[in-house]
Every structure is written in C-alpha cells, then in structure tokens.
C-alpha cells in the first residue's frame, strides 16, 4: 500500500516539474511615474481568459511571476480605479523575461468604469477585501461553490466542507450581502451551483454594531460573500437529481433559487438512504439529537464525558449505523433597500436509523481493574422542524431595529435491545439483559429583541436588548431488564416506566451606554439581568404491578437561577489597534424545591475581569490576546436528589449542593498572511481554569455494579495549540499545508472515594499537497498522525497510548467538456497498544460523469463506494477511569447510477423568456 501511495505522489506531481520553466519580472506605474503596489498580474489563457499563472505587485509597484512554462499567454494587469492593462506575451523573451514598465492610466470618470465591469480580472485587491471572477477558474459543468472555492488560490476546503481562507477559518458565507438559510457556511457552499457565481470576495466582517456605529469593537469574522451573474438574479436556476444503486440504494436531491434585487427565494430538498444528511453538519446533529441524545439504557442522563481523547475521526465523521434520511426546506429574504431585511426560512428533517454495536471498555479502580462487554441493537427514527425570523431595520445612521425568533418541534423514538457483562480476569459477576422502548418530543423557542441609538453629538451610543427562550421536553421510556448478580447468585427481573416532563423558562435583558472620551478611548457601563427556571417532573410506575406508582422515584423538582451583573469597560480604537479591559460583578442566587418543599437557595458572588487586545500591525498580519471568565451553573438534572435505577449495572442519582463552575479563559493568536506569494502562517494558544468543575463521582460494588453522581472538585486545567502553515511550492507546482496541533487536560474524578488524576496529552501532526494549476487534473495527497497519551494517578497499570494514522488521496481529472472522473482513498490505521488488536480501515471511492444535452445540463453518473467493502465504523477513547472501544455497523459496498438536470430559466423584462446555461 505504501508503495502504490509513494507511486501515486510521483505520478501526480511529476507533470509539475518536468518541463523547463522561467520567472518573470516588471513594474507597474501610472501616467505620472509613480508605482502602483498590490497590482495583479495574471496570465491567461488566450483561448478561455482561465487563469494559468499570476503575481502581484509590491509596495514599489515591481512583481515576479515564477515558475512559468514555455508558451504564449495574454498578460493582464488590474488594480482598483485603473483601466485593466492587456498584452500578448510568449514565453521565453529576448529580454531575459523582463516585461518591461507597464503604464496604467485612471479612469476618467465612475461611467467610464461601470462599462468595463464585465471585464475578466481573475484576482483583485481591494483594500482589504481578495475578490476573485469565477469564471476564471474551471469548474464542473454541475459543481458547486464548494468545488469553485477549491480552486481558489488562498481559500482550502476540508473533506467535511469547513472552509479556511487566508489562514483563518470562514465564519459566514453570504450571497449577494445576505445570509443564505443560516449562519452555517456548508449550507450555501454545498448547494448553490458554481455556475451561478460572478465573484468571490474574502474579507474581514466587522460586527453589525461596528459597521453602523463606525466604532470599531475588535470583533472579525473572516466571511466569504457570494456576488451573483446578472443574469441568475432574474430568473429560476437549480437542479434535480435522481440516483439508484445495488442493494436498493437511492438518493433524490432537489434544489430550486429566484434570486431578484431585492429578495431571494431557495426551496431545498433530499431524501437517501446511503447515510448522508440534510444539508449541513447541523442537520446531522438533529438526525441524532433530539430526545434520544438523552436516553442511555432507559435512563435520561447519557453518563459519558465528552469524548476529549477520542482517536482522529474527521470532522464530518463516519456515521455509524444505516440511515434512510430526508429533508427539506424554504428560506424567504425581503430588503427592498440597504439595511431593511426580513428573512423568513424553514426547514424539516427526518431520519430512521438501524444500529448494532459491540462496545469493550477497560474500567479500573484503586484496587482492580475490569472489563465491560456490550451489544446493542437499536432502531431509532427522529423528525425535526425548525422555523426562523430574523429582521432587521436601520432608521438612516441614527438608530437599528434587530429582532430574531425562532420555534422547533422534534419527535423521537428508539426501541432498543442490549446484554451487557461485566468480568474480572475473564470471571463473569453480573450481566444485563434489557429490552428499552423510548419515546419524546421536544418544543422549544426563542427570541431576542435589540435596539441601537446613536446620540445627536455621536459622543454616546445608547444599546439595550432583551431575550427571552422556552423549552419543553417530554419523554416516555419503558424497559424490561433481567438482570443477575454471580456472586450472590441473583437473578432480578425489573419491568418499569417512566414518564418525564422537563422544562426551561429563561429571559433577560442588557442596557449599556458608550460614550467617547477623546483621542480613540471609549468608556461603556452596562448592566445585565437573568433569571432561569426549570422544572422537572417524573412518573415512575412498576408495569408488571399494574403501573403502580412508585412515589420515591416519582420527584417534582424545581430549580431557579437569577443573576445581575453590573460592568465597566473601557475601550480604545484605532485603524490598526483595538483595546479593551472591563470587569463585572454577577451576582446569583441558585435555590431548589423538591415536592413543593423549598431545600434551600445560595447566594454567590463572582468577579469577572476581561482583556483583550488585537493589532493588526500590517496588512494581513495580526497579532491578539484574550482573556475573560464566566460563571456555569449546575442544571436541574445535575441536582435533582433521587436514585434513578433504571439502569441497574450503573444506578445514577443528582447533587442538590453542587455549586456553579468559575471559568477562566486565556488566548492568544497570531495570523500573517502574504498576499503576494498567498502564503499563511496561523498560530493560537487556548487555555482554561475551571474551580469547582463539575465532574463524576463513581463507587464499584464489589458485584461491578456502579452508583455514580455529579460532584465538585478543585480544578480543571485544558490547553490547546495549533499552527498551520500553507504555501505554494512554485518549482512543484504545488501548495503545501502542514499543521502541528497540542492537546492537554488535566482533570479529577473520584473512583470508590479516592480521587483520580487523569493528565491526559494530544499530539497530532499533519502534512498535505495539491496541485496549483486545476484546469484538468485536481490532486490532493496527505496524511495525518494522531497519538493520545493519558496518564492516571489511580493505577498507573493504567497508563496507556495509542495511535491512529491515515494516508488520503484525491484526484479528479476532467479531459473535456463532457467527462469527468474522480477517486479517493483514505487508509486509516489504529494501533494495537491497550486495545485487543491493530485496525486497518481502507476506504476507497470513485466516480465518472458523462454531460450531455443543450449546454450540458444533463449528468449521468456512475460512482462506487467503499470498492474494497472494508468500510468499518470503530470509536477509541480514554475517559477519566476507562478505555473504551466501540465497534459499529457502518454502510458498506455499493455502486449506483444517478441523473442530474440543471435547471435554468433567466431573462429579462418583457413577455419571451430565454433558456440558457452560462458557464
């Protein structure tokens, strides 16, 4: 496999270096001699205006273009005010490949420059804004933004969709100005057609705040706006889809735009059962969330920490089990003029989902260790509607107007059925047979209003808002288990319901006033209030005693948390630094009742400071640091005080004494981008210091069994490291991205009343290469290594390592206008060390597309998956006092063969309507 791999590497790459290349060089001026820095210089090609090659000029208005073959290239160069600049150039010169002083002349007028907007510069700067003309860049008759934005230079686009661009991850992806759908960026880069994009522009967002006030608060978000063709804001444009395979797979896929002026319409829909869903990784987390995220063997609370050690899965990580999923939606946005927008967006999910999983966990204590076993089947089926509002209104400069709400509804059902052992040196003492039917629904809304003045003088800036959210969760579970205790010789059989109501009422509100002291400082009190409330209210009834109600287990349990917290700040702005310190006192008051008796309520005080700094010292180049607190208060799971022994193998009960978590944060970041080479270097440190974490207590009856409850302890230390650099390798024709990350935690668990020190360590190292020049072949090759190391105080026996590394290839080759082809392939490999034997996982995809039609909207597709029919669903995880390895079933082999047809239906004013396919 190495071989192939090292093999497939040369191959790819080996076109890149094997013919002779030169550099080019020159200067740009304007009509009075004086330079022109940041110019873009690109070769195109004659035929199509694609770009081949380009560079850009520096603060002395000269450029290099390195690494370019032997042929001819129309020249072009561009910058912002100035007429575009065209020469037919061949390559080599007889002037060493000096291009000589390229003279740019102004525009005479802004008319003069409307008509030539339609001119292809593929790359230009603007202040601090990189936008590129798609149509410079080929793509896919039927890609979307996503395939358009790999091909971008400086922009890079992960296997899962997560977009970084100049070094930084992207934050928002807006279309034409406006949010598309939602806040997550895969939901337009994934659906929207490439060929209806006119440009891509990549820059800094100020806040909302910043940008009305012209106060710049420091806030960034690194945000991609997608700016539509003219003629795809007057019409219908979209695709369907239609696909069926071996073994009764299928997947049908819609998707319908009318982009105008002054609003956007998007109707979206899916339904597959190949184990992809909705249309974003959000969707993926309702299709398994929902009521059934709580349930764990019939109880309600899920026991496991957050998988902090798990080994490298990628972001978008396998789905375990087969799933027939569908979606749908609409979105609705209305601005009839700048800053006066409604958006109105719906979406529906739904999912039914076949599980069986084995699971071997390695638990220990302060005197043994043992081992768990477990399998579970399981059928799960979750649907989901979410409804959205969001408006906003800007009364010239002096006020904004901003409200947003929204309502979602999720059912959810799972029928499970489980037999778990539990065994010291291969000795079985207790196992677990139960069957557990669950059923819920949840309802939950929000809203927040929020208003912004500006004073008459624009000394002061007046800001208030308030918020307010409801959640209701109701759930049944019934579960018949047999459970047997071997060393007592038992055998107890337990046939019981429960009947769960939960729900959370929380409002609040901010006021806060900013007034300018002079000279860049700005000094803003505020004031802000919360109250919590939730209540929780159970059924517990014994089935097989005609539903008697078991009234220990039956609780009605409330819990409040109201809070106040004054502050100052004090600001300074700047064009290249902003600057800020403030401190808040919250004061709360956490209190209880339980069966309509009141137990209690704490009064609390915290301090929390703030810091932060960020300067951005040069153009591209940024350097900050932060650092603020927070206060986490325990919810009314965590302290409800009664024994929930719905599973009896691990009977869990709630703390009414635990006290709020104080949170620490601190960071620092440094970004440096070149936008004349478009290499980036991005570095950050996170830390945190939590007092009174809240954390699990666990006690091993000498059968295994366990009775666990949340506690308290004194510390919880994280720190998290990252940097990543990317650049191009001229001479290779390649860019190289490598980045080195750090993990560390150390935490405290108690196990059988003595405290467990974990001190666990992440390291993981990855490298990957891809080809610049895209026009035909597309190739990315890489690797990752990631390694875990935790360390325990309790029994260092248990002291552990393991590993996982994966080797990943990507090719696509498209040799006309009516094929493509792709492959990839990714072999992952889990060492042996504390588990029972090394995996080796290779995946192995690929895919051919036939165009046809009138301007080839129609595809024809034929792709396989997992063509080894190796694909394996496998979890490894180090946890505070166990190892644990999960073994899911996973969608295996298949081929299918699917249609798509571009839809496309633009024109003008007027009775006639014109059909056509622009790429």
């Known amino acids: 496999m190495k071989q192939i791999f090292i093999l497939f590497i040369l191959l790819s790459l080996g076109a890149s270096v094997s013919a002779q290349t030169y550099t080019l060089h020159g200067d740009v001026e304007d009509t009075v001699h004086s330079p022109i820095p940041f110019t873009t210089i690109s070769l195109l090609q004659p035929a199509d205006s694609t770009l081949q090659y380009f560079g850009v000029c520096n603060n002395q208005g000269s450029f290099e273009i390195k690494d370019v073959p032997k042929g001819k290239y129309l020249m072009q160069a561009a910058f912002l005010g100035f007429k575009t600049w065209y020469r037919t150039i061949e390559v080599p010169n007889a002037s060493n490949n000096y291009l000589g002083r390229i003279i740019m002349k102004r525009f005479a007028n802004e008319l003069e420059e409307l008509q030539v907007r339609g001119e292809k510069v593929p790359i230009t700067l603007k202040r601090d804004t990189v936008e590129y003309n798609a149509g410079s860049f080929k793509t896919k008759p039927d890609a979307n933004v996503e395939d358009l934005l790999k091909k971008l230079p400086g922009v890079q686009v992960d296997k899962s969709g997560n977009i970084k661009a100049q070094g930084e991850d992207v934050r928002k992806v807006l279309v034409d100005g406006k949010e598309f759908f939602s806040n997550d960026p895969k939901v337009a880069t994934k659906n929207l057609p490439a060929d209806a994009i006119n440009k891509v522009q990549v820059f800094n967002k100020h806040s909302d705040a910043s940008e009305f006030t012209g106060i710049d608060d420091g806030s960034r978000e690194k945000t991609i706006n997608l700016q539509l063709k003219d003629s795809k804001k007057n019409g219908y444009f979209g695709d369907v889809q239609a696909g069926y395979g071996t073994d009764d797979r299928y997947k049908l896929s819609a998707h319908v735009y009318k982009f105008k002026p002054t609003s956007q319409v998007a109707a979206l829909g899916m339904l597959n059962n190949i184990n992809q869903f909705g249309f974003s990784?959000?969707?993926?987390?309702?299709?398994?969330?929902?009521?059934?995220?709580?349930?764990?063997?019939?109880?309600?609370?899920?026991?496991?920490?957050?998988?902090?050690?798990?080994?490298?899965?990628?972001?978008?990580?396998?789905?375990?089990?087969?799933i027939t999923s569908g979606a749908g939606g609409l979105n609705y946005t209305y601005e009839p003029k700048k800053n006066h927008r409604i958006n109105l967006s719906y979406l529906a999910n739904g999912s039914e989902k076949n599980l069986d999983q084995q699971s071997y966990t390695q638990n220990?204590?302060?005197?043994?260790?043992?081992?768990?076993?477990?399998?579970?089947?399981?059928?799960?089926?979750?649907?989901?509607?979410?409804?959205?509002?969001?408006?906003?209104?800007?009364?010239?400069?002096v006020s904004q107007f901003t409200a947003n709400a929204g309502a979602s509804l999720n059912n959810a059902r799972a029928h499970t059925a489980q037999?778990?052992?539990?065994?010291?040196?291969?000795?079985?003492?207790?196992?677990?047979?139960?069957?557990?039917?669950?059923?819920?629904?949840?309802?939950?809304?929000?809203a927040n209003l929020s208003f912004l003045r500006n004073s008459k003088s624009r000394k002061q800036v007046y800001r208030a808002s308030v918020n307010a959210s409801y959640e209701q969760q109701l759930s049944n579970s019934d579960w018949n288990n047999l459970t047997r205790l071997v060393p007592v010789n038992s055998m107890v059989a337990d046939m019981q319901s429960q009947n769960d109501t939960r729900t959370e009422l929380q409002y609040g509100g901010t006021v806060s006033v900013l007034t300018a002291l002079g000279k860049g400082y700005f000094l803003q009190p505020s004031v802000s209030a919360l109250s919590n409330a939730q209540h929780f209210k159970r059924e517990q009834r014994i089935t097989n005693l005609g539903d008697k109600l078991v009234d220990s287990l039956s609780p009605d349990f409330s819990r409040q948390y109201t809070a106040v917290d004054p502050g100052l700040e004090l600001k300074r702005s700047s064009q290249k630094i902003q600057f800020s310190i403030g401190v808040k006192a919250e004061a709360g008051m956490l209190g209880s009742t339980y069966n309509g008796r009141d137990t209690g309520s704490r009064q609390f005080v915290y301090i929390l400071p703030s810091l932060n700094w960020q300067n951005e010292y040069s153009t591209g180049k940024r350097i900050g640091f932060y650092y603020n607190s927070n206060v986490n208060t325990p919810d009314a799971i965590q302290m409800l005080p009664v024994t929930n022994y719905s599973n009896p193998l691990q009977v869990y009960a709630g703390n009414n004494n635990l006290r709020p978590e104080y949170v620490h944060n601190v960071g620092a970041n440094w970004i440096w981008f070149d936008q004349f080479t478009f290499s980036s270097l991005f570095a950050n440190i996170n830390g945190r210091y939590t007092h009174d974490k809240i954390t699990w207590a666990r006690v091993v009856n000498p059968d295994l069994t366990q009775f666990v409850t949340p506690k308290n302890v004194d510390y919880d230390y994280n720190l998290n490291g990252r940097v990543e650099y990317s650049r191009p390798i001229r001479k290779l024709g390649v860019t190289m991205t490598t980045s080195f990350a750090e993990g560390y935690n150390k935490g405290i668990s108690s196990v059988n009343n003595v405290d467990n020190i974990l001190n666990s360590f992440n390291h993981k190292l990855e490298l990957s290469f891809s080809n610049r020049k895209k026009e035909k072949w597309d190739v990315t090759v890489g690797g990752n290594i990631d390694l875990t190391d935790a360390r325990y105080s309790i029994d260092k026996n248990m002291n552990n390592v393991f590993y996982s590394t994966t080797a990943s290839a990507e090719l696509s080759y498209r040799p006309g206008t009516h094929w493509y082809f792709y492959a990839s392939a990714d072999v992952t490999q889990y060492n042996a060390q504390s588990f029972k034997d090394a995996v080796v996982i290779p995946l192995l995809k690929a895919e051919a597309s036939y165009y046809f039609l009138k301007a080839n909207r129609g595809t024809i597709t034929l792709e396989g998956f997992d063509l080894l029919n190796r694909n394996t669903g496998l979890q490894r995880q180090s946890q505070f006092s166990y190892l644990s390895e999960t073994r899911s079933n996973i969608i295996g082999r298949y081929f299918m063969l699917s249609f798509k047809y571009r839809l496309s239906k633009t024109g003008g004013s007027g009775s006639g309507v014109k059909i056509s396919v622009k790429h």
Do not use: C, W
């Not at 993926?284 to 026991?303: D, E, H, K, P, T």
């Not at 920490?305 to 899965?313: E, H, M, Q, R, T």
């Not at 037999?419 to 929000?446: A, E, H």
């Open 419 to 446: 037999y778990t052992t539990s065994l010291v040196k291969d000795m079985l003492l207790n196992s677990l047979d139960s069957r557990i039917y669950d059923k819920g629904n949840t309802l939950s809304s929000n």
């Open 281 to 322: 990784f959000e969707d993926y987390m309702n299709f398994n969330g929902g009521i059934q995220s709580l349930f764990n063997g019939g109880g309600f609370m899920n026991m496991n920490l957050s998988d902090k050690n798990a080994p490298p899965i990628d972001f978008g990580q396998p789905i375990y089990g087969k």
């Open 364 to 397: 220990f204590t302060n005197t043994e260790t043992f081992t768990r076993n477990s399998n579970k089947n399981e059928f799960t089926d979750n649907y989901a509607h979410r409804v959205n509002i969001n408006a906003r209104y800007d009364n010239d400069s």
